[in-house]
């Protein structure tokens, strides 16, 4: 085949009169990160592998704040490595030291060196800031010598629904005034999630979103302490309350709902909600399997997020859509999530999560003339390189093995942005070098930072009996 391009968009695809000489190469769409946050040091490494959710929140704050754009553009560089060109940021870890709309700039910046495009969702909670609790419930079920520490770095500074949507606003006059960067974010509106955030929060934010149109990106009945919590103090169910404060419709992306039920997932695919599933993190996270399957059949829009925890804390999108597709495609000779339906899954439904809604909608995520020039070349002779039989269809042999080690050239936008592997636009390696340097001698310098460290293991024990117990069922 030979692809046209004109600028960001592909003009042609058109298949060629003989094979042509070189290498075989096979080409495909980019695939769509439609959940993440653009952390940058994996799990293990912060010391907090194996940790369920709710102890392993708080490592996000185990390290000093560092520059916001060393941080994403190392984050975006590996996105981008992995096959992904548009990415979905819920920016819940603000690095701090510089004004907020400073840091989102910068962090618009590195989107932009790098050749990706974000979703860059404004982080907003006003409540429940160490776990399903107010905050002095969590404290006091904690060891006496722990609550001082936990209470100054995690307990809640509640901030009003105004003065966090004006974030929103102040952000979006800033990407106005720097189109450069405004071309690469699509700005949202990111409300934690229903534990994290006030009634009053989530109808601003609902209220806000039917405003300005802009999206609204949340998590939602990821861990089943989520579930019961939700159960609890939403009796008519919490999808209905979602609904009643008006936040249900396509503009909205729920990460995870790894716990919803049947009935749950049947309103949210009346209202065209797109559910981000996160397959990788739920394990990782210990969180559970979410229905894909289920979801798929009960008509919802599905799209895949990495969550910043590949299975092997690599950000490989292709290992991630063959580790989704081996756990819901179904056992024997069922059939309970098709290639395409997959497919729609990897790389088609996460570029509204992403985006927003666009005319384009349906020439996302595959190439065709006037879609996106976002695409993935796979060198396909190291892939393919015990051929036996001609007529294997390649898709087989992609979703056997795929890899992100077998990627050639990444396109985005109708540039080359990876080409051997490796960023064309940035030097990614020098990035990461200065990143843990920094880092490390962040770490050095001011606090104790090992002994919060280690203070988060302890905590880590203390929350374990709280949540196997229902004790924390009573909270709001
Ligand atoms: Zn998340």
């Given at each position: 085949m030979r692809i046209g391009l004109s600028g960001a968009r592909v003009v042609s695809v058109d298949a060629l009169s003989s094979a042509p000489s070189g290498p075989r190469r096979l080409v495909l769409p980019a695939l769509c990160?439609?959940?993440?946050?653009?952390?940058?040091?994996?799990s293990a490494t912060l010391?907090?592998?194996?940790?369920p959710l709710e102890a392993w929140?708080?490592?996000?704050?185990?390290l000093p704040g560092v520059d916001p754009y060393l941080c994403a553009a190392t984050s975006f560089a590996r996105s981008l490595r992995n096959a992904v060109t548009r990415v979905m940021v819920h920016y819940t870890r603000v690095q701090g030291g510089l004004p907020y709309v400073d840091e989102a700039l910068a962090v618009a910046r590195a989107a932009r060196d790098v050749g990706v495009h974000i979703g860059f969702a404004v982080a907003m909670r006003d409540r429940n800031g160490i776990g399903l609790c107010e905050d002095s419930a969590v404290l006091a079920v904690l060891r006496p010598a722990l609550r001082a520490a936990v209470a100054e770095r995690l307990s809640v500074r509640a901030v009003s629904p105004e003065v966090q949507l004006e974030q929103v606003d102040a952000l979006a006059q800033a990407l106005a005034l720097a189109p450069e960067l405004g071309a690469h974010v699509t700005l949202q509106y990111g409300p934690a999630g229903v534990q994290w955030c006030s009634t009053p929060l989530l109808e601003a934010v609902a209220e806000a979103s039917q405003r300005t149109g802009r999206p609204v990106h949340m998590h939602l009945l990821e861990t089943r302490y989520q579930r019961a919590w939700a159960d609890s103090n939403h009796p008519q169910g919490i999808v209905r309350y979602l609904d009643e404060l008006g936040l249900?419709?396509?503009r909205l992306t729920l990460a995870h709902?790894?716990?919803?039920?049947p009935e749950e997932l049947a309103l949210l695919a009346e209202r065209d909600v797109t559910i981000a599933v996160n397959t990788s993190s739920n394990l990782g996270l210990k969180s559970g399997m979410a229905p894909l399957a289920a979801m798929v059949q009960a008509g919802c829009r599905v799209a895949m997020g990495l969550d910043g925890m590949a299975f092997d804390e690599d950000d490989d999108a292709l290992h991630e859509m063959r580790l989704a597709y081996a756990l819901h495609?179904?056992?024997?000779?069922?059939?309970?999530?098709t290639r395409e339906q997959l497919w729609a899954f990897a790389a088609r439904n996460g570029v509204r999560s992403v985006e927003?809604?666009?005319?384009?909608d349906g020439l996302r995520g595959v190439l065709a003339?006037?879609?996106?020039a976002d695409f993935v070349v796979l060198d396909w002779e190291r892939l393919d390189?015990?051929?036996?039989?001609?007529?294997?269809?390649p898709l087989s042999l992609l979703l056997a093995r795929a890899r992100s080690?077998?990627?050639d050239q990444v396109v985005a936008g109708g540039r080359i942005v990876v080409r051997g592997g490796k960023?064309?636009?940035?030097d990614e390696e020098a990035l990461r070098a200065e990143l843990i340097e920094r880092v490390r001698a962040g770490l050095g310098a001011s606090g104790d930072w090992a002994g919060w460290q280690r203070q988060l293991s302890a905590l880590a024990q203390d929350l374990a009996p709280f949540y196997r117990s229902s004790a924390y069922l009573g909270c709001c």
């Open positions: 990160n439609a959940h993440d946050h653009a952390r940058t040091f994996r010391g907090a592998f194996e940790q929140l708080p490592f996000l704050g185990v249900l419709s396509p709902c790894t716990w919803a039920r495609r179904g056992w024997g000779f069922d059939v309970a999530l927003g809604r666009g005319a384009d003339p006037g879609g996106l390189d015990d051929t036996l039989f001609p007529d294997v269809d080690g077998h990627i960023l064309t636009q940035l």
